[in-house]
């Protein structure tokens, strides 16, 4: 017994012996970084740049003014105590009452539930160290937060806290969080928005007044009576100040905002916002500077709210993003996060997969209206053209002969198409009710819908010769010494079609533009698209695309209600005018055609034989070569078809 006790105080010594000596090499450590830290230089923000190196944007408001204690505002000062640190002027670095009270927190719930962080403390982590989350991360910070109260006052350590601190919005310091949130400089704030803005550091994103208003507001609030509690106002001050409605600063937004804050956001994700906004990162996009402008013109041209995305179709390279038509009203990106109903805009996935098993452009499908165990579809001016050819049903968006089409062709294999082609929004679990296998799936009437920047993706294998490529943004990222710290893969995409159906599905997406829904768009090149319209009249779209570049126009309030008009109508001239402004100048290409593809033969649309080239009702169609017609026919069209109408030989 006498030598197991003797054993455990010999534990007991070694164990101090080396917990004294790690907090010694840590306490050193401290006063040697104290004296880097003496030479201190403001964090830099990220920089972005574009496919060119020209600078979007400067994430933040960029190196703001640093202040002293006596510039910073009293009502700042008073409300980050209140609600930060509260004994901050009565403790030592750490606050051993605050851990206490955080311990038994925690115990009670069993998980980590609050936070026992001094100011201090956030100061020597902020400027100091990582933001990991480890034991030995904490008592570095610990250390840290001792030495920093020997070496500085309380009002330096306040002071430096309060120009170093992560407001959100890339706003690094109080000087910069007032002129990026209110545009004004902190001496000018008022106690309320000195309030609001000591709220933000708990959480930036959480609390941000820009995208949760609401939010904000509460935590402001809180401070407020927080600040009548601990006597550095008087409760009527408190409650004056809640009555003060925020005034913030005009959200602008630069040269590409949205496209700036899918860039960003990518980057936390990668890198964390620590790193992200303090440590000069310089950052190489794929967006083009000149087409993004092109874009944001041919969008804001018009009253209605929606998204324009461009991509190089052999990359997959994001080239323009335009979320919405006013950042400053709004930082919604409808481009990445409107999930729509993409209506017809989603037919050409069901002629692709048709083609794919062997059916031909010139094949027949059924327009006509009919049953289909319970569902009706109708067309949108209630007439029906019968048995027409692919090609001819496709481009004149035929509702009954899509879905008649996908009925024939499986539900299944369509779908096994949209997940090859990045759809990550289809709900396809059979035992969710309702989910999108259904035939409405070739009408677009899905579940939830998708995103533009979804549907731009799903085109470019009709644009390329059947690759996908998702969307890319960022080429590169290098520190502010010029070393990559992320570099993306030269994009190779994955082959979801054969080069020969892409082609033929392209084929007959410029009949959309020759003779089809689109035909009133004015484009004096090569061309492929589809318009896209839902029920009400609450979505439009145009996806199309020449051979160097795509693009995909989305309309729609954020609150789905009637724009008054279709797709062709009201998306299509937005693209068409994108389009040619973007290619204005360069030469015209044809897309190219695999060896294995006759072209351009005059196919009779009611028949899917040859025809007179001089028939009105014969339009060119090109094949796979061998599975072309070799019969003609006369130049006849039917009187349109019903329910109950004979039914030639269908399918390949």
């Known amino acids: 017994m006498g030598k197991l006790t003797h054993w455990v105080r010999r534990m007991i010594l070694v164990g101090l012996a080396l917990s004294a000596l790690v907090f010694l090499f840590l306490y050193i450590r401290s006063w040697f970084l104290l004296r880097e830290f003496e030479t201190y230089t403001p964090p830099e923000a990220a920089t972005i740049f574009d496919r060119h190196g020209e600078v979007i944007a400067h994430l933040g408001g960029g190196q703001a003014e640093y202040l002293t204690i006596d510039q910073i505002p009293q009502y700042v000062q008073d409300a980050t105590v209140a609600v930060e640190d509260r004994r901050f002027y009565r403790h030592f670095g750490l606050d051993p009452i605050r851990i206490i009270g955080a311990l038994i927190a925690d115990i009670k719930a069993g998980a980590p539930v609050q936070g026992a962080s001094t100011i201090t403390q956030q100061l020597a982590k902020n400027a100091f160290l990582t933001p990991a989350k480890t034991i030995g991360r904490k008592i570095e910070e610990a250390v840290l937060a001792i030495v920093l109260e020997q070496r500085y006052t309380k009002e330096k350590i306040l002071e430096l806290y309060l120009n170093t601190i992560d407001y959100g919005q890339g706003a690094i310091g109080i000087e910069n969080a007032a002129e990026i949130f209110f545009d004004k400089d902190a001496a000018q704030l008022t106690l309320a928005e000195a309030a609001l803005l000591a709220g933000l550091p708990r959480a930036p994103s959480a609390y941000d007044p820009f995208r949760n208003l609401p939010t904000a507001v509460e935590r402001r609030n809180l401070i407020l009576d927080l600040m009548a509690d601990q006597g550095y106002i008087t409760a009527a001050m408190a409650q004056e100040a809640k009555s003060e ?113 062997g059916w031909r452009t010139n094949s027949l499908v059924a327009d006509i209206y009919q049953d289909f165990r319970g569902y009706r579809p109708q067309n949108w001016d209630d007439e029906y053209w019968g048995w027409v050819t692919m090609k001819y049903a496709l481009a004149h968006s035929l509702n009954t002969a899509s879905v008649w089409l996908l009925d024939q062709i499986g539900i299944g294999n369509v779908i096994a198409l949209l997940e090859r082609l990045g759809f990550t929004t289809l709900v396809l679990d059979s035992r969710i009710e309702p989910n999108d296998r259904n035939l409405s799936l070739a009408l677009g009437g899905l579940t939830q819908g998708v995103t533009p920047l979804q549907l731009a993706a799903a085109y470019a294998p009709f644009a390329n010769g059947g690759r996908y490529y998702p969307p890319r943004a960022i080429v590169q990222v290098m520190d502010n010494n010029g070393l990559v710290l992320f570099s993306s893969e030269e994009p190779m995409g994955s082959v979801v079609l054969d080069e020969a159906v892409a082609f033929l599905v392209t084929d007959m997406l410029q009949g959309t533009l020759d003779f089809g829904t689109g035909r009133l768009l004015d484009i004096d090149r090569a061309a492929a698209g589809k318009t896209g319209s839902t029920n009400e009249q609450n979505d439009a779209w145009f996806i199309g695309y020449t051979p160097e570049l795509l693009a995909a126009v989305f309309l729609g309030h954020d609150l789905p209600k009637s724009l008054g008009g279709y797709g062709g109508a009201l998306a299509g001239p937005i693209w068409a005018e994108f389009i040619e402004n973007a290619l204005k100048g360069r030469p015209k290409q044809d897309f190219p055609a695999p060896a294995s593809i006759i072209s351009d033969l005059p196919i009779h649309v009611f028949s899917g034989l040859l025809g007179a080239e001089d028939c009105p009702w014969v339009k060119p169609h090109s094949f796979i070569r061998g599975t072309q017609p070799h019969e003609y026919t006369d130049c006849w069209r039917p009187k349109p078809q019903g329910e109950g109408a004979e039914e030639p030989e269908a399918g390949p």
Request: no cysteine.
């Open 245 to 357: 409605e925020p005034k913030l600063s005009a959200r602008i937004g630069g040269k590409a905002p949205y496209f700036v804050d899918y860039v960003t956001a990518q980057l936390i994700e990668q890198f964390g916002r620590h790193r992200v906004y303090r440590s000069g990162l310089r950052v190489q996009t794929t967006l083009d500077l000149e087409l993004q402008s092109i874009a944001q013109a041919a969008l804001s041209g018009q009253d209605l709210p929606g998204a324009l995305v461009a991509l190089d179709p052999h990359t997959g390279d994001i080239l323009a993003m335009v979320g919405g038509t006013d950042y400053g009203k709004s930082q919604f990106n409808r481009a990445t996060q409107a999930i729509r109903q993409p209506g017809s805009a989603f037919k050409p996935f069901v002629y692709a997969t048709a083609l794919a098993q």
